[in-house]
């Protein structure tokens, strides 16, 4: 009967995605698009690279959570699901910035 | 099967699941989030090298951006196809279903086809890594023979991160062709596998690189005729989750990678 549940949570959440209009996948496909040109923009400009990089790491995040939130329908998951996930996701990301330290005192310590 | 037991009020009968979905998507969920872990530590390694070596080299003209630029398109819009084809499965809608997920795999397509033209330029420009077969006739005057001894992180982190991803992505066209296909896509697998193996030099990586779609071809025959099936709207969806994640990742690689190594003529 396990099989049954799993069917039948299938079925819901299938008659939940029956209700979604497409229309906004459209507006975030024509976002992520001007985002990008954005981005191609900015690579144009003669720009100081800590700030570009920022710049577009900032665009890079407003990307992905478009994604994530629509088009893998985070967004129409329960609470739940969206906070256990992307919590430990991005602790887990932040976690790995403990090296960066030592790449700027690379930089500075003037090491080739 | 279960389908023909299936009382209407089941999901209300039996503990309600704990994430609010089905286990297949719960479970590709947890793959994403650790596979987001191997992306995430490859771009820490090439932001890493950015930041800790100051002659980092910017190798790309305004031909490389203009083609990373149609590839990042080649992906959003696949993206688009793919939550259509989620959408039509989840209405039933066979015929739509499948024209979505072609169009999906085309577009990965055409992202691989670029992605291997951008790799052959820079391989064929001196840009390598020591693992690579020696390209015959090779000017010692190529743009990036320096890069390659001076800064070897470059090589090794680009190839490595681009790579990983491209890798990605050539399984997730073989995951959808499966789902859209399902044992029709076999043949087309080996068929696409020869055509990369013999129509590329010996000294690419791509002709050593198609074996994958070998590896690919002979687990998913496995997998067929182990377990055959109809894939329904729950299959179509988790396979999507993959898909949109290739996409997700691209978005970081393509400012990090490309836009911050852009060479300002």
Same mark, same amino acid.
């Not at chain 1, 191609?40 to 407003?62: A, W």
């Not at chain 1, 906070?83 to 991005?90: A, E, G, R």
């Not at chain 2, 590709?28 to 992306?39: A, E, H, R, V």
């Not at chain 2, 993959?242 to 852009?262: A, E, G, N, R």
């Given at each position: 009967?396990?099989?049954?549940?799993?069917?039948?949570?299938?079925?819901?959440?299938?008659?939940?995605?029956?209700?979604?209009?497409?229309? =906004?996948?459209?507006?975030?496909?024509?976002?992520? @698009?001007? !985002?990008?040109?954005?981005?191609?923009? !900015?690579?144009?400009?003669?720009?100081? =690279?800590?700030?570009?990089?920022?710049? !577009?790491?900032?665009?890079?995040?407003?990307?992905?959570?478009?994604?994530?939130?629509?088009?893998?329908?985070?967004?129409?998951?329960?609470?739940?699901?969206?906070? @256990?996930?992307?919590?430990? @996701?991005?602790?887990?990301?932040?976690?790995?910035?403990?090296?960066? =330290?030592?790449?700027?005192?690379?930089?500075?310590?003037?090491?080739? | 099967?279960?389908?023909?037991?299936?009382?209407?009020?089941?999901? *209300?009968?039996?503990?309600?699941?704990?994430?609010?979905? /089905?286990?297949?998507?719960?479970?590709?969920?947890?793959?994403?989030?650790?596979?987001?872990?191997?992306?995430?530590?490859?771009?820490?390694?090439?932001? /890493?090298?950015?930041?800790?070596?100051?002659?980092?080299?910017?190798?790309?003209?305004?031909?490389?951006?203009?083609?990373?630029?149609?590839?990042?398109?080649?992906?959003?819009?696949?993206?688009?196809?793919?939550?259509?084809?989620?959408?039509?499965?989840?209405?039933?809608? *066979?015929?739509?279903? %499948?024209? /979505?997920?072609?169009?999906?795999?085309?577009?990965?397509?055409?992202?691989?086809? &670029?992605?291997?033209? *951008?790799?052959?330029?820079?391989?064929?420009?001196?840009?390598?890594?020591?693992?690579?077969?020696?390209?015959?006739?090779?000017?010692?005057?190529?743009?990036?023979?320096?890069?390659?001894?001076?800064?070897?992180?470059?090589?090794?982190?680009?190839?490595?991160?681009?790579?990983?991803?491209?890798?990605?992505?050539?399984?997730?066209?073989?995951? %959808?062709?499966?789902?859209? &296909?399902?044992?029709?896509?076999?043949?087309? %697998?080996?068929?696409?596998?020869?055509?990369?193996?013999?129509?590329?030099?010996?000294?690419?990586?791509?002709?050593?690189?198609?074996?994958?779609?070998?590896?690919?071809?002979?687990?998913?025959? &496995?997998?067929?005729?182990?377990?055959?099936?109809?894939?329904?709207?729950?299959?179509?969806?988790?396979?999507?989750?993959?898909?949109?994640?290739?996409?997700?990742?691209?978005?970081?690689?393509?400012? %990090?990678?490309?836009?911050?190594?852009?060479?300002?003529?």
């Amino acid at each position: 009967m396990e099989d049954a549940s799993q069917l039948a949570i299938e079925a819901r959440v299938a008659e939940e995605q029956r209700h979604h209009s497409v229309t =906004p996948f459209f507006w975030v496909w024509g976002t992520l @698009l001007v !985002l990008t040109a954005i981005e191609v923009y !900015l690579g144009y400009q003669n720009m100081e =690279p800590k700030r570009m990089l920022s710049i !577009l790491m900032c665009l890079s995040i407003v990307k992905a959570a478009l994604i994530i939130g629509y088009f893998m329908h985070m967004k129409y998951e329960v609470s739940r699901m969206k906070y @256990l996930t992307m919590c430990s @996701l991005v602790f887990c990301l932040a976690m790995m910035m403990v090296f960066f =330290p030592d790449a700027f005192r690379i930089l500075s310590l003037g090491v080739k | 099967m279960a389908e023909a037991a299936l009382p209407s009020n089941v999901a *209300e009968i039996y503990e309600p699941s704990l994430f609010g979905t /089905y286990s297949k998507k719960v479970g590709m969920w947890l793959f994403l989030l650790s596979d987001s872990l191997t992306f995430g530590a490859l771009l820490y390694a090439y932001s /890493y090298g950015r930041i800790s070596i100051s002659n980092w080299p910017t190798p790309f003209h305004s031909g490389s951006i203009v083609n990373a630029t149609i590839m990042t398109a080649f992906l959003l819009t696949s993206s688009l196809t793919m939550v259509m084809a989620v959408n039509a499965s989840a209405r039933g809608n *066979e015929k739509s279903r %499948l024209i /979505y997920l072609l169009a999906t795999m085309a577009c990965g397509v055409g992202f691989i086809v &670029l992605h291997g033209k *951008e790799w052959s330029h820079l391989i064929s420009e001196g840009l390598r890594l020591p693992i690579f077969p020696a390209v015959p006739h090779q000017e010692v005057a190529s743009e990036f023979a320096d890069v390659s001894k001076t800064v070897p992180q470059f090589a090794a982190t680009f190839f490595g991160l681009t790579g990983m991803h491209m890798l990605h992505v050539t399984l997730g066209v073989v995951y %959808l062709g499966v789902i859209a &296909l399902r044992r029709k896509f076999i043949p087309i %697998l080996f068929a696409c596998w020869l055509v990369a193996w013999l129509a590329t030099p010996s000294y690419s990586p791509f002709h050593y690189a198609a074996h994958v779609l070998l590896i690919a071809a002979l687990v998913c025959s &496995l997998i067929m005729w182990l377990k055959p099936k109809i894939y329904d709207a729950a299959d179509v969806e988790v396979a999507g989750l993959y898909w949109h994640f290739v996409d997700l990742v691209w978005m970081f690689i393509f400012p %990090l990678v490309y836009i911050m190594s852009t060479k300002i003529v």
